[in-house]
Structures are given as C-alpha cells and as structure tokens.
C-alpha cells in the first residue's frame, strides 16, 4: 500500500457518518423541513446556529465568544477568498501580502486568482514560537515610508495582508506566542494591515490551553480601526464534506463581508451543523479526535522519528502541540529522497519543502501529517523513510 504523508485530510474512520446520519433524521423530521432546511437563509447565518456556535467556541476556546462577532461561510478556503475579495484590492491600495515562511502552499492560489502578483509576496521567517515580529515590522516601516503622502486610501480598503496561522501552523506546527501576539495587533492598527488568522487547528490542542486568538486581543482594544479575522472551519472538527465554517472579528469587519452580494444572494443557514451544536454530540467528538490524534503523533511519528530517522541526521526544530503536521529536516535534499523512493519502490510519499516556500530555501524540508493513517500505518512509514535515508548515506 501506497502511504502518503503529505495527505492533511482526516482518515475516513474519523468522519462521524453517524453523527450525521442522527442529525439529518433529527432535522428533516420537523414539520418546518422544507423551509427551516432546504430554502435560502439568513445571509450572516441563522441566529440560533450563531448562538450555539458562540456557546461551543466559547466552551472550547475556553474564553467568551459573542454570536455579534460571528458570521457563517462555506469553508475556511473560500472564506479566505471571500475576506480577500471584499477587503483589499491588489491592483492599487493593498501593496503587500505577508506570508509566514513556510506557509500553507494553496493559499498561493487563492491570491493569485483575485489579482495578487508572486513579486508582491513577502516572506516572513517562521520560528518556533511563530513568525518573526521584528521582520515584519522593519518591512511594514519601509511600506509606510514609501507611501507617506502618496494616493488618496479607501478608508475600508487595507494597505496590506498578512495571511498566517498562528496555533499549530501548517507545515511548521509553530505557535505563535502571546507576546508576538499582542505586538501584532499593534501592528495591523498602525499600519492599516488585515491580519487573516486561519485558526483551523486551535481546538486540536493536545498538550497545553488553547491559545488565546489574535482576534480576541483585537475585540478588546477599542482603540482605532479593526483588523483580525480569525477564519475557522469545522472540516477539521467534523468533516471536510460539511462545508461550514465561521468567521469571527468586530461587528464593522462582519457587516462589510456579510452585506455583501454573495451573501445576500445565497444566504447561510447551516441547520445541519446546528443540530449537531446544539445537541452538544460535537464535544464527545472532539474529545475523541484529541485523544486519536495525539495518539498518532507521538506514538505514529514522533517517537518513530526520534528513534529512527535521528540518528540518521535529520532533525526537527520543535514538537507540536497539536494540529496535523511535523515539519522533518533530512541530512540531503529531497529531490534525492524522491529519487530513491521511486528506484527502491519504497511507496511512501512526503510533502516537498519547495510547495510551502515563499522564499525562504526549503530544499531539505518536508512535511508529514499523522492526520489520514492510524499508528500502525504510520510507523510503517517511518521505517520506509529509514530505508530510503539509510540508502542515501551510504
């Protein structure tokens, strides 16, 4: 069997078709099917849905979340495109896109299809306590000094975007610290830069509290101009075939994205996932795929790697605390480990560096996700990494 480690989907034992199966019964069973269901809703979202999501994420975060600070959306991806769309414009106000260094390699797209340039990318190194503040800062101040006294600015528009995801990051599985954290939000306010958090893995924390979210450092400064959204998704949570997610941010941000024509046209009910939320099935879940995961990234990979692939040279920066990935340095490229893979039909596949590099070099890096194969599956791919290092040593 092939096993691909770059695959950062759920395995299909941890898709609950019974969950589902229950809600749907539940749901199409009301007299009001037809049209609580089936029709158009509420642009924003339905409000019983928007409170049972508050009241789940609030529980989760294990801080206050208000239904006014949310709005529904079909995904986390085209909630990204959404935000994008409606909040920049590349060809003139919005210059720059900061992108943390190495990031999610299909949001390249995302950009590219809305009008951003590659030249108008900027890298912003990755540690392991998130991305590096100080970088970002020197840039943002060489864009304002460019800018002072130039074109007139859409005051709704932003003069820039960073696109990152601060808990639990994807490859790298960094956390952003609190301190970085604060700091970056000064930083959108004095610069007029949207800062777009996909916070997709938050709630897949296995050691530790769930950070606080860069949104809600921004909900509690009432100083100036709005600028986090924090874009999350339950494709992760419960399954990507839901196509239901959320964004949170302040109530001016929510009435730009969600008055919108899309919006408006197409409405947003999610009842399905209501039941799910209101019924509270979704926490067992959850308490569930923590424990499974966690499962598979200590004793699938991490205790594999530290064993096996270490002493061959490789090495990991940092151990993640949740998410789905590990982010692996090999002792040679991987243009060579695909090379020996395929001539020893050793069936194992990895995430190449160079997909997630902005422009940081990335030749030696690769990405594995413990997300879409048990422990067994796992381990069993260690040991046909070991293989291919072995014989690229020798």
């Not at 299909?106 to 970088?135: C, H, K, N, T, W």
């Not at 958090?197 to 606080?212: A, M, N, Q, S």
């Amino acid at each position: 069997m092939y096993i691909n480690l770059n695959h950062g989907q759920p395995s299909l034992d941890l898709l609950p078709t019974e969950l589902f199966r229950k809600a749907t019964q539940n749901v199409f069973s009301e007299p009001n099917a037809a049209k609580d269901i089936l029709q158009y809703g509420p642009e924003r979202g339905h409000p019983e849905f928007l409170e049972n999501l508050a009241k789940f994420l609030t529980k989760e975060y294990n801080a206050p979340v208000s239904s006014k600070h949310l709005c529904v959306t079909p995904g986390a991806s085209l909630s990204l495109q959404h935000i994008i769309s409606i909040l920049t414009r590349p060809q003139t106000q919005t210059r720059h896109i900061y992108l943390q260094d190495p990031t999610y390699f299909l949001v390249f797209d995302i950009f590219f299809d809305l009008g951003y340039r590659r030249e108008q990318f900027v890298s912003v190194p990755d540690r392991a306590d998130g991305i590096d503040i100080d970088v970002l800062e020197e840039h943002l101040k060489q864009q304002y000094r460019e800018q002072a006294g130039g074109r007139d600015r859409d005051p709704m528009i932003f003069d820039s975007v960073l696109y990152c995801v601060p808990t639990h990051a994807n490859p790298t599985g960094s956390v952003l610290s609190d301190e970085k954290r604060k700091r970056l939000v000064k930083l959108g306010k004095e610069y007029n830069m949207l800062v777009i958090c996909d916070d997709v893995y938050d709630i897949l924390t296995y050691e530790g509290p769930v950070p606080k979210r860069l949104v809600a450092y921004d909900l509690e400064d009432q100083e100036g101009k709005h600028v986090v959204i924090s874009n999350g998704t339950f494709s992760k949570l419960l399954a990507p075939g839901a196509r239901v997610g959320w964004i949170e941010t302040h109530e001016d941000i929510i009435k730009q994205l969600g008055d919108c024509g899309s919006f408006i046209s197409g409405g947003s009910p999610a009842y399905l996932l209501n039941d799910i939320l209101k019924n509270n099935v979704i926490e067992h879940h959850v308490q569930f795929l923590r424990k499974e995961l966690s499962a598979r990234l200590n004793a699938g990979l991490w205790d594999p790697i530290q064993k096996y692939l270490i002493p061959l040279g490789c090495s990991v920066s940092f151990k993640p605390k949740g998410g789905y990935f590990i982010w692996l340095t090999l002792p040679f490229n991987t243009k060579k480990l695909t090379k020996i893979i395929k001539e020893n039909d050793l069936q194992v596949g990895v995430g190449d560096g160079e997909l997630f590099n902005v422009k940081k070099p990335a030749e030696c890096d690769i990405r594995l996700s413990f997300s879409h194969y048990d422990i067994h599956t796992l381990q069993e791919a260690i040991e046909r990494l070991r293989k291919a290092i072995s014989i690229g040593l020798v």
